[in-house]
């Protein structure tokens, strides 16, 4: 049976749930969501084994993702540093493998674990001083990106801390925390190129860029442009991202300064899924407290990766006080419901979901909650003439609103169509949206499985 029907008919109802009994059914364990905690450090755990159920989403099509499920005991690693994790990753062969992880791993940090600052990065006579100095837009001007010495040493700069940074994962492979406090701190998990892995129980923290680019060109009034996502998923398929939690953490882009009139911004995206990526499933994350937090596609341009690819589904994950792309679409039919969007009064807000070139996003039974201020019209962003998406039974503070109507009325001149052309079906279980604050509060999260 096909994974996904064309019809356009309305897809099943969302699962009986008695609004009476909401607080008790949250409480319950769901299926594929076990309540027991993990393992300690050096025994095995039912974590290191786990698969995707049958039916969970687009990873679920075509053969599912079972990571590193059935690894023999000499490829089931606990990893503690960041030494350790690399070489862990780096083992060769392509049998299943399931990494471990215990307490806090920072990633900028030397093969002896000392810490690594940023002036530790610094080649060829880079200081941030010095570049403000030499492309300040009054003197360097508007029109042309930094170039000559202090920019190639920017990049020899960039370099060296992405060496450490960024870390490349292997088909076949799971990636777990061990209990409720593991933690990758500076780190960039690299899903590229490869199929079948799982990413669970994790906190992701800080992944910044010591070397952030001035770019001049970047809109009206330029921009600081940062590398480095948390997990990118890029060209590989079956990847599941279950269970973790995004953050900035130590570093909240509020405290950081401006520069030439912009935020100094050093975080880029959370999660991105691009280059013909395909098969995720993004479920029971919390993402918290971020600018540019998920991208799938990452350019226009990129319709011979992209076509027909990128089929995401995200369910059960909490966006807490995100600025954008929850998520940001091009090209893949996305899967969204049952998610919980967040907004505190005085964070900052742009929108929720991002509707690029022919992307196919399905939003259903979604709970949205809104400060005074932020109208429900806002949820939603074009980006590309003649696109459409579908929105259903989705929930504003509690009251159902219409949300396409609501675009509609406040972008009267819009293109915004009301049929994604497509009608999911890898849905185990859909909640009433108005158990989904709870019971993401309960269950969503890094150290809730």
């Known amino acids: 049976m ?3 029907s064309l019809r356009t008919s309305r897809p099943r109802a969302v699962a009986g749930v008695a609004l009476a009994g909401c607080a008790a059914l949250a409480l319950t364990a769901l299926p594929g969501q076990p309540s027991a905690t993990a393992a300690p450090a050096g025994k095995p755990s039912r974590l290191d084994h786990a698969t995707l159920p049958a039916g969970d989403g687009w990873g679920s099509a075509e053969g599912g993702v079972t990571g590193g499920s059935g690894a023999a005991p000499d490829r089931v690693t606990t990893v503690t540093d960041r030494a350790e994790l690399a070489a862990a990753l780096a083992e060769p062969g392509d049998a299943p493998r399931v990494i471990r992880v215990a307490g806090a791993i920072d990633a900028n940090a030397d093969d002896a674990g000392n810490p690594l600052e940023c002036a530790d990065y610094a080649r060829d006579g880079y200081t941030l001083d010095a570049y403000l ?11 042309n990106e930094p170039s000559g010495p202090l920019e190639d040493a920017r990049l020899a700069s960039a370099e060296a801390q992405r060496e450490r940074v960024l870390l490349s994962v292997p088909s076949h492979t799971t990636i777990v925390g061990v209990g409720s406090d593991a933690t990758l701190l500076g780190a960039t998990l690299d899903i590229r190129g490869v199929e079948n892995v799982i990413v669970r129980n994790l ?9 952030p680019q001035w770019d001049p060109t970047d809109g009206d009034t330029g921009n600081w442009n940062s590398e480095y996502d948390s997990v990118v998923v890029y ?3 079956h990847v599941w991202v279950d269970h973790n939690t995004f953050t900035d953490g130590r570093r909240p882009d509020a405290e950081q300064p401006e520069y030439f009139g912009m935020l100094f911004q050093q975080h880029d995206g959370q999660l991105d899924i691009v280059r013909g990526a395909d098969l995720v499933t993004v479920s029971w994350n919390v993402f918290t407290d971020h600018d540019k937090t998920i991208l799938l596609g990452n350019s226009d341009s990129a319709s011979a990766d992209d076509r027909g690819r990128l089929r995401t589904t995200f369910h059960h994950n909490l966006f807490h ?7 940001r679409v091009r090209y893949g039919q996305v899967d969204a419901y049952n998610n919980h969007y967040r907004q505190d009064a005085g964070s900052r807000y742009g929108y929720s979901w991002g509707i690029g070139i022919e992307s196919a996003l399905v939003a259903e039974y979604n709970a949205i909650t809104l ?6 019209d806002r949820v939603i962003h074009q980006w590309t ?3 459409a998406m579908t929105e259903r039974g989705n929930l504003v503070n509690g009251r159902p609103v219409d949300l396409l109507d609501a675009f509609h009325a406040a972008n009267p001149s819009n293109t915004l169509g009301d049929d994604a052309g497509w009608v999911p079906t890898l849905r185990r279980e859909l909640h009433h949206p108005l158990l989904i604050p709870l019971l993401l509060d309960l269950r969503a999260g890094a150290g809730r499985l």
């Open 371 to 376: 400060p005074r201020g932020i109208t429900p």
């Open 2 to 4: 096909s994974p996904v």
């Open 385 to 387: 003439a003649d696109t």
């Open 133 to 143: 100095d030499a492309y300040d837009p009054e003197t360097w001007g508007w029109e």
């Open 321 to 327: 006080n995100v600025n954008e792309r929850a998520p």
């Open 235 to 237: 060209g590989s398929r």
């Open 203 to 211: 906190t992701f923290e800080d992944t910044f860029d010591c070397f």
